[in-house]
Structure formats: structure tokens, C-alpha cells
């Protein structure tokens, strides 16, 4: 009965169910929103690359409905139909590559425009409030109290004293 268990569970971890697919769109939604609400280049883009994925779907669609009229006219033998799917299947290249290139091209301009608005606000999020200051402080102040105890030890010996004597400069190692 455990053996079922652990097989259900392995079974289940790859499945899509219901509340995956609400904490994905859900995560989706909590990153995407703020970039889509201030950017309109990043709606237009957004937009664009929906109807380019139509459009690509349907591209692989019709080549799909091509591809097997071309394959039945071959196996047929018949070569007024074969001719006829070479000419279609020629016309859906000249229609199909430029929207997958296109679809690609806005794909990738898409993620570019969001890693810059990403950094962008990253940026003026840090500079306001001169939050960096505060980062600073805390990181410097934790630094501190970590290092400073074991370094104020180790170190007080070697900054008043040197080899030469009382007065003169520590010696210069190299």
C-alpha cells in the first residue's frame, strides 16, 4: 500500500492540477501586473506577441493540413494533386517563416524590455528613500560587530608596533 502511495504522489508531482495552475498564474500575475501597468511599450509588446502566437498556430496548423494532403497525394500517385500541394506548401512557406520569425523576434524583444524595466525599477527602488544608505548601515553594522571583536586584537600589535624599533615605520613587505 505505501509502494501505491509513493507511486500516486510521483504520479501526481508531474500532473498539472488545479491549484498548481493557480499558484503558477497567481505568481505570473504578482510579477507581470506591475511591469504591465507602467509600461505601455511592454502592454504593446504583450499584445503583439499574443497575435503573433495566433497567428504561429495557425501557421502550424495549415502546415500540418498541407503536409498530409502532400504525404496522400505522393503515397496516391497522384501528380496533379502532388503539384498542387507543392504550390500550397510553397505559399505557406512564404507566409509561415516571416510569422515565426516574427513571432521569435517580438518574443525575445519582449524579454529584453522587461529585464530593463526589471532594472530599471530595481534601480529606483534603491535609490529612493536613500534606502542604500540603510542597506549600508546594516550590513556594515553586522559586519562589524562579527569582525571587529576578533580583528581588534589581532590587529592592535601589528599598527603599533615594528620590527625596526619604537620609531620608526612598520617595514614594507612586498
Known amino acids: 500500500n505505501e509502494r501505491d502511495d ?14 498548481k495552475a493557480s499558484k ?23 499584445y503583439g506577441m499574443i497575435l503573433l502566437t495566433l497567428m504561429n498556430s495557425g ?3 495549415a502546415f500540418s493540413y498541407i503536409s498530409k494532403d502532400f504525404w ?3 503515397s496516391d500517385k497522384d501528380t496533379q494533386e502532388f503539384y498542387a500541394m507543392m504550390l500550397k ?10 510569422v515565426a520569425v516574427l513571432y521569435r523576434f517580438q518574443r525575445e524583444q519582449l524579454a529584453v524590455h522587461w529585464r530593463e524595466w526589471m532594472t530599471d525599477r ?18 556594515a553594522g553586522s559586519a562589524e560587530s562579527t569582525t571587529e571583536s ?7 600589535p601589528m599598527m603599533t608596533s615594528s620590527p625596526e624599533g619604537e620609531g620608526s615605520p612598520p617595514a614594507r613587505i612586498d
Do not use: C, H
Open 122 to 139: 530595481t534601480l529606483q527602488l534603491y535609490n529612493s528613500n536613500r534606502v542604500y544608505y540603510s542597506l549600508e548601515r546594516d550590513i
Open 150 to 156: 576578533r580583528t581588534n586584537g589581532e590587529m592592535e
Open 59 to 61: 501557421v502550424s496548423v
Open 72 to 74: 496522400n497525394a505522393l
Open 6 to 19: 509513493d507511486d500516486d504522489d510521483g504520479k501526481n508531482a508531474e500532473k498539472m492540477t488545479l491549484r
Open 89 to 98: 506548401f510553397g505559399g505557406a512557406l512564404v507566409v509561415g517563416a516571416p
Open 24 to 46: 503558477l498564474v497567481s505568481t505570473f500575475w504578482e510579477m507581470a501586473f506591475p511591469y504591465y501597468k507602467e509600461s505601455q511599450p511592454g502592454r504593446r509588446l504583450f
